[in-house]
């Protein structure tokens, strides 16, 4: 498996930007999708976006168009780009690695607040 250690976030305005990352650590070539999923407070943790070792990507319908996600696999570490954030993007976000044999591995979480 692998151990993901994620950076970045912090707080914005609504309609500004931010940015967070996430490294991969042991078994990387075992992994396929890297993404980013968020807990918003009083939610449950829910799906923001993926991306597999071939540069499929998959947003969630409420940050297509604002957020971006990216990988560099010889880095192993993913990126998520957001922009034109809004109050109800504030959570905590995590950074998930998904391989085979079969496992998901999740980082520890990073914060991001936006405020109005």
């Known amino acids: 498996q692998v151990q993901l250690v994620e950076s970045g976030g912090g707080l914005a305005q609504a309609g500004g930007s931010l940015s967070v990352s996430c490294v991969a650590s042991?078994?990387?070539?075992?992994?396929?999708?890297m993404g980013w999923y968020r807990q918003r407070p009083g939610m449950q943790r829910e799906f923001v976006a993926t991306m597999s070792t071939g540069g499929a990507r998959s947003y969630a319908d409420s940050v297509k168009g604002r957020f971006t996600i990216s990988r560099d696999n010889s880095k192993a570490t993913v990126y998520l780009q957001m922009n034109s954030l809004k109050p109800e993007d504030t959570g905590v976000y995590y950074c998930n690695a998904r391989g085979w044999p079969a496992y998901s591995s999740w980082g520890q979480g990073t914060q991001v607040t936006v405020s109005s």
């Open positions: 042991g078994e990387i070539s075992t992994i396929n999708d």
